[in-house]
């Protein structure tokens, strides 16, 4: 009974690196949701995902990150030249099916921090 | 335009009662609560859609009141575990309803013996 799964935990990039945020979401499930969490502050909506297809990216920064959802193998959050603001808590959650009735099940987060 | 809760933080002795709110200035169909503990996890409440309804998990309930675009989370006699930060998500009525949340900043909550 596998949950939302995420890896890596703890990510450190040196300012212009690649980060590349991985997501498996839990079984049965095939839309994913990526947001970001600054300390102390809420959750920031970046780009919801349903296998193969970008359904609303509209939190994403429009320049640097990119998400896939590939029909094969984990959602990836890909952030390219990152940038000390980069540093946050990004979370990925998935569901099972689209709609507002639909719970969002969380996955542990990855940690990036940019030196 | 992110939903604003109240308070920003409460603190509690076990067994006290504490309500938390959730507004928004746009007409929302739903609200979901999560319940975040340091360095973890966003974990899942519950969810109230559109119409007022009234929802329960053991001492934790949560009101939507569609006229005010205001939710409620109500929790009773709490107890340490219950210490964290509750957020509201909520999604906005009109647009394609796939379930994109918008989460208020968090109320922090801390239950002491």
């Known amino acids: 009974n596998a949950g939302v799964m995420q890896n890596p935990r703890h990510l450190v990039r040196r300012r212009g690196q690649e980060a590349r945020l991985r997501c498996s979401p839990m079984?049965?499930?095939?839309?994913v949701y990526w947001y970001r969490q600054l300390p102390e502050e809420g959750l920031k909506f970046m780009v919801y995902?349903?296998?193969?297809?970008?359904?609303?990216e509209s939190g994403m920064p429009k320049e640097r990150f990119s998400a896939e959802f590939p029909k094969e193998g984990p959602s990836i959050l890909r952030i390219q030249q990152v940038v000390r603001g980069d540093s946050a808590a990004y979370f990925c959650?998935?569901?099972?099916?689209?709609?507002?009735?639909?719970?969002?099940?969380f996955g542990p987060g990855t940690r990036l921090l940019v030196l | 335009q992110q939903p604003v809760q109240s308070p920003q933080a409460v603190i509690l002795r076990e067994g006290e009662d504490a309500v938390i709110n959730c507004s928004s200035s746009?007409?929302?169909?739903?609200v979901h609560w999560y319940r975040q503990k340091h360095g973890e996890a966003p974990v899942f409440l519950m969810i109230?859609?559109?119409?007022?309804e009234q929802k329960g998990h053991e001492k934790i309930s949560a009101s939507f009141n569609e006229k005010k675009q205001q939710s409620s989370l109500y929790l009773t006699a709490s107890q340490l575990s219950y210490s964290g930060t509750y957020f509201c998500?909520?999604?906005?009525?009109?647009?394609?309803?796939?379930?994109?949340?918008?989460f208020g900043q968090g109320t922090i909550l801390t239950v002491h013996p």
């Open positions: 959650a998935s569901s099972s099916q689209q709609g507002s009735q639909e719970t969002q099940y």
């Open positions: 998500g909520t999604e906005n009525a009109g647009g394609t309803s796939y379930g994109k949340l918008t």
């Open positions: 079984k049965g499930h095939s839309h």
């Open positions: 746009k007409a929302l169909y739903s």
């Open positions: 995902l349903q296998k193969e297809n970008i359904i609303d």
């Open positions: 109230l859609l559109k119409g007022g």
